[in-house]
């Protein structure tokens, strides 16, 4: 007997999905069988997803077709002229506002599957995300993609060295900043943490417990649009392990979801953080490392200003690779259709 000799049951839902990671964060691009979530953008369809959609979601990142780390792609129509379509990037807690290494990855399988000229040297990708429109550069070697620039949405610094108090934890000195999405940085040695991956666990409850405290201490708002105005994750920085790069970074968001890439929003944003003081020229390139030792690059490429608030154009940078193609199904009769999470 063979895969092709299995019918598929009457009744069951049948999901496609092209699979990828990028820097070893994996994204789940869900190609067909997912209904399309209402509205005229893309923030619109994400409050219509998490209203009407979410056990689809659950089914998806969750086991057991997924896990708690699972990170997905929903590729819908464009919403502005000009744009290639939109996305709207799911994970083990909800629907986010964007996603740098989801970018980077849905660019990917984009380009090599035919939107724009795969005989060109590169392909320019316009793409409608619930943050706002990002640009993508996928650099094409014989067909395939090779490296993947962003540029992201306006990016900007709000505080400096604050402290909270955490239960367990004392006080915590951090920076906040919005890269597509908003995130507090915490120096991992202050923790007396180790960004390395046998630190997870002891990462994912700090993360965790300064990310309560915060949203218990503090509202924040988004100066356009106050369906961004949420705190998304904590990011732990210290030094890079490798000569060359500037620093390492651990960031935990959602529910406990350890991202493997160095996250892209969160590296705009810190590219926010080094501007505001002034340790980073325009056009300087960075990199940053994850918790496995995979990198993104990044650099200022230009300044703006949002609600009166100084901001600047990052780019990030960084590669991705396809992992496999996959056919769910969702049976009405499974008790555990839906997904269920241990964490």
Same mark, same amino acid.
């Given at each position: 007997?063979?895969?092709?000799?299995?019918?598929?049951?009457?009744?069951?839902?049948?999901?496609?999905?092209?699979?990828?990671?990028?820097?070893?964060?994996?994204?789940?691009?869900?190609?067909?069988?997912?209904?399309?979530?209402?509205? +005229?953008?893309?923030? =619109?369809?994400?409050?219509?997803?998490?209203?009407?959609?979410?056990?689809?979601?659950?089914?998806?990142?969750?086991?057991?077709?997924?896990?708690?780390?699972?990170?997905?792609?929903?590729?819908?129509?464009?919403?502005?002229?000009?744009?290639?379509?939109?996305?709207?990037?799911?994970? +083990?807690?909800?629907?986010?506002?964007?996603?740098?290494?989801?970018?980077?990855?849905?660019?990917?399988?984009?380009?090599?599957?035919?939107?724009?000229?795969?005989?060109?040297?590169?392909?320019?990708? &316009?793409?409608?995300?619930?943050?706002?429109?990002?640009?993508?550069?996928?650099?094409?070697?014989?067909?395939?993609?090779?490296?993947?620039?962003?540029? +992201?949405?306006?990016?900007?610094?709000?505080?400096?060295?604050?402290?909270? &108090?955490?239960?367990?934890?004392?006080?915590?000195?951090?920076?906040?900043?919005?890269?597509?999405?908003?995130?507090?940085?915490?120096?991992?040695?202050?923790?007396?943490?180790?960004?390395?991956?046998?630190?997870?666990?002891?990462?994912?409850?700090?993360?965790?417990?300064?990310?309560?405290?915060?949203?218990?201490?503090?509202?924040? =708002?988004?100066?356009?649009?106050?369906?961004?105005?949420?705190?998304?994750?904590?990011?732990?920085?210290?030094?890079? &392990?490798?000569?060359?790069?500037?620093?390492?970074?651990?960031?935990?968001?959602?529910?406990?979801?350890?991202?493997?890439?160095?996250?892209?929003?969160?590296?705009?944003?810190?590219?926010?953080?080094?501007? &505001?003081?002034?340790?980073?020229?325009?056009? =300087?390139?960075?990199?940053? =490392?994850?918790?496995?030792?995979?990198?993104?690059?990044?650099?200022?490429?230009?300044?703006?200003?949002?609600?009166?608030?100084?901001?600047?154009?990052?780019?990030?940078?960084?590669?991705?690779?396809?992992?496999?193609?996959?056919?769910?199904?969702?049976?009405?009769?499974?008790?555990?259709?839906?997904?269920?999470?241990?964490?």
């Amino acid at each position: 007997m063979t895969a092709l000799d299995w019918p598929t049951p009457e009744g069951c839902r049948v999901v496609r999905t092209i699979d990828a990671h990028a820097q070893g964060e994996p994204l789940r691009i869900i190609t067909a069988g997912f209904p399309q979530p209402a509205g +005229n953008t893309v923030l =619109e369809r994400r409050r219509d997803a998490r209203e009407r959609l979410d056990a689809w979601r659950t089914a998806l990142m969750w086991e057991p077709r997924g896990h708690a780390d699972m990170y997905g792609c929903l590729v819908m129509p464009p919403v502005l002229d000009g744009s290639h379509f939109s996305v709207l990037f799911l994970h +083990n807690d909800g629907f986010s506002t964007m996603c740098g290494h989801g970018i980077i990855a849905v660019s990917t399988v984009a380009a090599e599957a035919g939107l724009g000229d795969p005989e060109a040297s590169s392909v320019e990708l &316009a793409i409608d995300t619930p943050a706002g429109l990002v640009r993508s550069t996928v650099e094409m070697r014989e067909g395939r993609a090779d490296r993947v620039r962003f540029r +992201n949405v306006l990016s900007f610094a709000v505080e400096l060295d604050q402290l909270v &108090a955490v239960p367990g934890l004392g006080e915590v000195r951090f920076d906040l900043a919005f890269g597509g999405a908003y995130y507090a940085y915490v120096d991992a040695g202050a923790m007396e943490l180790e960004l390395t991956p046998r630190s997870a666990s002891r990462l994912i409850d700090a993360g965790r417990r300064i990310k309560a405290a915060l949203s218990a201490d503090r509202t924040i =708002e988004h100066p356009v649009d106050d369906d961004l105005g949420f705190l998304y994750g904590v990011i732990f920085t210290g030094p890079a &392990a490798s000569p060359g790069h500037h620093s390492r970074h651990v960031c935990v968001f959602a529910d406990g979801e350890v991202d493997r890439s160095p996250t892209g929003t969160g590296v705009s944003g810190w590219l926010a953080l080094l501007d &505001a003081r002034g340790q980073l020229a325009e056009g =300087e390139e960075i990199r940053i =490392e994850s918790l496995i030792g995979s990198r993104f690059s990044g650099r200022i490429v230009g300044r703006d200003r949002i609600g009166g608030r100084p901001a600047i154009t990052p780019e990030v940078g960084g590669r991705a690779y396809v992992t496999g193609r996959h056919e769910f199904l969702i049976d009405p009769d499974d008790p555990w259709r839906d997904g269920f999470s241990i964490r």
